[in-house]
């Protein structure tokens, strides 16, 4: 139920988990600490390593010393194909799983600071680029519907009048909650021209959601399906969650049909994962067996619904791809996540080029993503035109990268690809490596020199991915403090 302020600004009780797939983080040891991610362990030490989507993660970025101007990162780098993406650090609450860079309970001045700080960024950053063309885009968070729509009108505004992005020419993706997808922000969304709208139920089931520390209740999540389905998206994704307390084999049956009877172009399967910093990182167990039984059980219930698999999470109809807008699992044509560049504004965006990583300081803990919010909305102008904190990418690690995002992609590795990008064999590069995960039967040729995981493999692609991090980036992972 919402409760309006006297601001008029609905405010509501459910918060958003958010896009994952954009600021994923690596599982550490559920007891806490103050040092970064654990130690590898190795393909034996289980299937629920670390989700990786994004390489490097944050925890591997440092300060940059000097740091370089926005101008000189962007000089060399093709603007032809370029991803925009929007984040928006603000959520009613934080669910207990969640360990997104968010603030609860934000007031409307400091969205509105926000918003102008955007704005600041924005120019600065538009300054910097030489003609770009943004093919696609997408809004994250945080709950990007915790602003109003007046608010989610001027952050569209911003994005066309400055970054010059058409938005109703291109695929764009926003995130969304049960209890913030109202039908005057949708109206805002549908207008805008966005394609993809991407909402956190987790479970249809209440003592479930209140398990996860989300307490949204059934009609709530049905209740804004039937808004979204209404302002006529062409594509709805749902995001479920396996693995929560007292969930079994009929109850996610149970989640899974209820999702299916909405007909979703995509569905998202996450496993739970309890990290320190989080609502739930004091009640970890052993539970992979569990969750990788749930997965299974999910997988297969997709695929007999018609579903393909795009990875180990993401299901859809086919034919839908062409309208996510989502790099890594969108399907457009004219973005490509391995070669092409992304723009990121917010003090939670990253931005990739071909050599630099770059954002602002990464946090969890409230405190600390206060803090972080508050810097960025005081900055100058100035402070807008240079990369503070980041990751370079030598040869290796662009090659890791281009590795790590093919294989973890159903469709796996194009080898031709790859030797017309760096001019050697994946194989010879990483033959160890790729010797290993065949051996156990996680890897095949699916033709003629093409690689990807099996099955079994996609399983497993929480400890693939991490068995193929740099050993610098996991000792800068290891070294990163949690905060």
């Known amino acids: 139920m919402a409760v309006t302020s006297g601001s008029g600004r609905e405010r509501t009780r459910v918060p958003e988990k958010a896009d994952l797939g954009l600021e994923a983080t690596p599982a550490r040891p559920a007891s806490g600490g103050s040092t970064g991610a654990a130690p590898y362990q190795g393909l034996d030490a289980g ?13 591997a970025y440092r300060p940059l010393d000097p740091r370089p101007s926005l101008s000189e990162v962007w000089a060399s780098e093709p603007l032809g194909s370029l991803f925009l993406y929007l984040h928006i650090p603000f959520c009613e609450m934080r669910c207990g799983f969640c360990n997104l860079f ?70 764009l993706s926003v995130e969304t909650s049960p209890a913030t997808a109202t039908a005057d922000r949708l109206a805002v969304l549908a207008e805008r021209g966005t394609t993809r709208i991407s909402i956190g139920v987790q479970s249809f089931i209440d003592a479930e ?89 999910g997988r297969d219930h997709l695929l007999a619904a018609g579903y393909e698999q795009v990875s180990m999470r993401m299901f859809r109809l086919p034919g839908s791809a062409r309208v996510t807008g989502l790099p890594g699992s969108a399907g457009t044509t004219e973005y490509c996540c391995q070669s092409d560049g992304m723009v990121g504004l917010g003090c939670g965006a990253r931005s990739y080029t071909s050599g630099l990583h770059y954002s602002y300081e990464y946090a969890v803990g409230a405190r600390q993503v206060r803090a972080i919010i508050d810097d960025y909305v005081r900055l100058a102008p100035e402070e807008f035109a240079v990369a503070n904190v980041g990751f370079r990418l030598d040869e290796d690690e662009r090659r890791r990268r281009h590795l790590i995002q093919s294989l973890l992609q159903a469709e796996g590795m194009d080898p031709d690809a790859y030797r017309e990008r760096f001019g050697t064999e994946a194989t010879a590069d990483f033959g160890e490596e790729l010797d290993r995960l065949a051996g156990r039967g996680w890897l095949e040729q699916a033709r003629p020199g093409r690689l990807r995981l099996t099955a079994e493999g996609l399983a497993h692609s929480d400890a693939i991915g991490p068995a193929l991090f740099s050993g610098r980036v996991r000792e800068l992972m290891a070294g990163h403090e949690d905060r």
Not at 252 to 275: F, G, N, Q, T
């Open 209 to 297: 959601a209140r398990a996860a520390v989300r307490p949204q209740k059934r009609q709530e999540v049905e209740a804004a399906l039937g808004r979204i389905r209404e302002a006529g998206f062409e594509a709805l994704n749902i995001d479920l969650i396996y693995g929560i307390d007292g969930q079994d084999e009929r109850s996610w049956r149970y989640s899974l049909d209820a999702a299916l009877d909405w007909k979703p172009e995509e569905i998202y399967l996450y496993p739970l994962y309890v990290r320190p910093l989080t609502g739930l990182g004091r009640r970890a167990r052993d539970w992979d067996d569990h969750r990788l039984g749930l997965y299974r059980q």
């Open 47 to 59: 299937p629920y390593q670390g989700y990786v989507y994004a390489y490097p993660h944050k925890t």
């Open 102 to 171: 968010t603030r609860t309970g934000a007031p409307e001045e400091l969205v509105a600071a926000y918003l102008d700080a955007l704005e600041r960024q924005a120019h600065a950053v538009r300054d910097a680029l030489d003609g770009p063309r943004f093919v696609t885009a997408a809004v994250g968070g945080g709950t990007p519907t915790y602003l109003s729509a007046a608010e989610l009108t001027r952050m569209f505004d911003l994005a066309e009048r400055i970054m010059g992005v058409d938005l109703r020419a291109v695929p």
